[in-house]
């Protein structure tokens, strides 16, 4: 059976294809001038789930870099802490010991050994309250701007015992950024001398005490040991998870990039490859423009009608 052709039929058919090759060229000029493989979802869904499954992730692992950065700032402020802390303690240890020559120090000797011991005391309290964008380092989760203060009786921590400051660095790996205040300077409600927790600001005032009225503060090199261990123990500690923490950041960083390139991969054309595509789509819409003017012409019967 022969089908039948009508002038109008082969006008419509020809509008067709004339309106497809526009269209074709239309979203390869969007493309070449965007950039970008699709424009709207509908374009090319599983593309586009692609697409967005990607950028999500390439979030969330910037927000991980980001959190080990802010993380790696607190460590860095600690680790100089707890370097001065200890430098300052040994010092304190130093005047001990030579203020432990009863036989050979007068009296204003060891008021100026006891001052010094008194200034170590005061910078060792200000590291003590080092702070980190407003908040202290060894205070927890608590939002005070120090860990310790002295009340005039006494001396007391203001922290948040017990709690800790972590960042996400990974979805499954959270890492400590902060560090136990009442670990590192000792707990100052501890009244046994003897015990490894006596309050550091509580045994250099012992000391200083203890040379302005004559006696040997040898007793004291013991616990000043104990104090001087916990801050190096604490600053190992620290150090391994400044470690973590900037293993974290290359990781993140390097995985980040790896996904802009896939993402670059899923969203982004082929310039050269895309500008070929439009000089032929263009060949070809000007090849329909041309047949369309053979086919569309007037006939008798438009001018009878």
Do not use: C
């Amino acid at each position: 059976m022969i089908s039948r052709v009508t002038q109008q039929s082969a006008q419509r058919s020809v509008l067709a294809n004339m309106q497809k090759n526009l269209s074709a060229m239309a979203k390869l000029q969007e493309q070449a001038s965007s950039g970008k493989k699709i424009a709207k979802v509908s374009d090319d869904p599983a593309r586009a789930s692609d697409s967005m499954s990607l950028r999500a992730e390439r979030a969330a692992t910037q927000q991980y870099t980001r959190n080990a950065q802010d993380g790696l700032s607190w460590l860095n402020v600690i680790d100089s802490s707890l370097t001065s802390t200890a430098s300052m303690l040994r010092r304190a240890r130093d005047l001990t010991v030579q203020g432990s020559n009863l036989g050979t120090m007068s009296a204003q000797a060891r008021e100026a050994v006891a001052a010094e011991i008194d200034g170590i005391k005061a910078g060792i309290m200000e590291q003590a309250n080092t702070q980190y964008l407003g908040r202290s380092v060894f205070a927890g989760t608590s939002s005070a701007g120090h860990a310790f203060e002295d009340t005039g009786t006494g001396y007391a921590f203001t922290g948040a015992a017990g709690t800790s400051v972590e960042r996400r660095i990974a979805a499954d790996v959270t890492v400590r950024v902060d560090a136990d205040g009442a670990s590192v300077f000792g707990d100052p409600t501890e009244t046994d001398p003897a015990s490894p927790n006596y309050n550091v600001f509580v045994l250099l005032d012992d000391i200083a005490n203890t040379l302005r009225t004559g006696g040997d503060p040898q007793s004291a090199l013991n616990q000043l040991d104990t104090r001087i261990d916990a801050v190096l123990n604490t600053a190992t500690t620290v150090g391994a998870r400044t470690n973590q923490v900037e293993s974290a950041i290359s990781l993140t960083s390097y995985k980040s990039e790896t996904l802009r390139t896939d993402i670059s991969s899923v969203e982004d054309i082929d310039l050269a490859q895309t500008i070929m595509d439009l000089k032929l789509q263009e060949v070809a819409y000007q090849s329909s423009l041309n047949a369309s003017a053979r086919v569309l012409q007037p006939t008798l019967l438009d001018f009878l009608r």
